[in-house]
C-alpha cells in the first residue's frame, strides 16, 4: 500500500524557517518523482514545489522561490521541504504527493502556520 | 502561467442525479488534465487522468471528456459518498494550476 507520511509542522513567527518531511512507503520511492502542494485553510490547492527521481530536475512556484528548497534522500525513502523567510500567506496545510505526471497519491498533510 | 477556472463553484444536486462539471483553461493544455477529489479533512484523491482515463479504485459513474481547453467530469447517479469538492489540474506547463474547485453538495 502506497503511504506518505509527512510531519514537521508547527508554528513559527514571520521571517522564520521551518523544514517538514514526507515518508514514502509502500512503492519504489526512487522511481517516482515528488511534489508538495500546500492548501490554504478552506481555500483552493496551490502547487509548491516538484523535484525528479535524481534531483536533476527542480522547480518551484514563484510565490516560493528564492525562499524554499526542495530536496530528496532515495536511500531514506524521505523528501523534504526547507522553508525559509516564512510569511504568513505561507500559513497552509502542505502535503506530499507522488507524481508520475500527474500526482496520483497524497499524503495527509502537515500544517504550517507563521504568525507572531 | 495557465489558469483553470472551474463552474459552478457550488453544485446542488440529490443522490441519484447526474451532475456535470467545467474546467476551462486559459490556453490549450491538449489531455494533459486530471481530477481529484477532496473531501473535508482529506487529502486531494485522483479520480481522472488524461482527461478521461479512470484512475485505480474510481467508480465507473465518473466520466472525464474534454480536449485542449474544455473539459467535463460527470457524475453518473451520485452516491452520498460523492459529496465533495473536485478540482482539475493541468500539468502540460509549470507551474503546474488548479483549478478553485467545485463543491458538491446535496
Known amino acids: 500500500e502506497v503511504q506518505l507520511v509527512e510531519s514537521g509542522g508547527g508554528l513559527v513567527q514571520p521571517g522564520g524557517s521551518l523544514r517538514i518531511f514526507c515518508a514514502a512507503s509502500g512503492f519504489t520511492f526512487s522511481n517516482y518523482n515528488m511534489n508538495w502542494v500546500r492548501q490554504t485553510p478552506g481555500k483552493g490547492l496551490e502547487w509548491v514545489s516538484y523535484i525528479s527521481t535524481g534531483s536533476g530536475t527542480i522547480y518551484y512556484a514563484d510565490s516560493v522561490k528564492g525562499r524554499f528548497t526542495i530536496s530528496r534522500d532515495n536511500a531514506k525513502n524521505s523528501l523534504y521541504l526547507q522553508m525559509n523567510s516564512l510569511r504568513a500567506e505561507d500559513t497552509a496545510i502542505y502535503y506530499c504527493?507522488?507524481?508520475?505526471?500527474?500526482?496520483?497519491?497524497w499524503g495527509q498533510g502537515t500544517l504550517v502556520t507563521v504568525s507572531s | 502561467e495557465i489558469v483553470m477556472t472551474q463552474s459552478p463553484a457550488t453544485l446542488s444536486v440529490s443522490p441519484g442525479e447526474r451532475a456535470t462539471l467545467s474546467c476551462r483553461a486559459s490556453?490549450?493544455?491538449?489531455?494533459?488534465l486530471a481530477w481529484y477529489q477532496q473531501k473535508p479533512g482529506q487529502a486531494p484523491r485522483l479520480l481522472i487522468y488524461g482527461a478521461s482515463t479512470r484512475a485505480t479504485d474510481t467508480p465507473a459513474r465518473f466520466s472525464g471528456s474534454g480536449s485542449g481547453t474544455e473539459f467535463t467530469l460527470t457524475i453518473n447517479s451520485l452516491q452520498s459518498e460523492d459529496f465533495a469538492v473536485y478540482y482539475c489540474?493541468?500539468?502540460?506547463?509549470?507551474?503546474?494550476?488548479f483549478g478553485q474547485g467545485t463543491k458538491v453538495e446535496i
Open positions: 490556453q490549450s493544455v491538449n489531455n494533459n
Open positions: 489540474q493541468q500539468y502540460i506547463n509549470w507551474p503546474r494550476t
Open positions: 504527493a507522488r507524481a508520475i505526471r500527474w500526482p496520483d497519491y
